[in-house]
Nanobody, 119 residues
Framework: QVRVVESGGGLVQAGGSLRLSCVAS????????MGWYLQAPGKPREWVAS???????NYADSVKGRFTISRNNAKDTVYLQMNTLEVEDTAVYYC?????????????WGQGTQVTVSS
């Protein structure tokens, strides 16, 4: 089993920056891609960014040029550097890990970390 735990959320003013971290534990050698999702109040969860084990990244259009996802495989950690934050970025941010498990592929989710951007 793989578990992921996020940290780094908080309150920041618009235009500011935050860096989220997500540490994986368990059978981390089975992790393929990792990613971030967000869920704003009253809205469905949406994908933000993802990164493969080899470092290939993809971003939602809404965050391109502002957010950077990175990964340290030796530390089983993925990061989300968020710059030029906007009030609309306020949400709970969730980390995911896509795992090649014994019984097949599955995605594990963290509990989320709150990011609040004030005007």
């Amino acid at each position: 089993q793989v578990r992921v735990v996020e940290s780094g959320g908080g309150l920041v003013q618009a235009g500011g920056s935050l860096r989220l971290s997500c540490v994986a534990s368990g059978s981390t050698f089975r992790i393929n891609a990792m990613g971030w999702y967000l869920q704003a109040p009253g809205k469905p969860r949406e994908w933000v960014a993802s990164i493969t084990r080899g470092g290939i990244t993809n971003y939602a259009d809404s965050v391109k040029g502002r957010f950077t996802i990175s990964r340290n495989n030796a530390k089983d950690t993925v990061y989300l550097q968020m710059n030029t934050l906007e009030v609309e970025d306020t949400a709970v941010y969730y980390c995911t890990a896509d795992v090649d498990g014994v019984a097949g592929l599955y995605r594990t989710w963290g509990q989320g970390t709150q990011v609040t951007v004030s005007s």
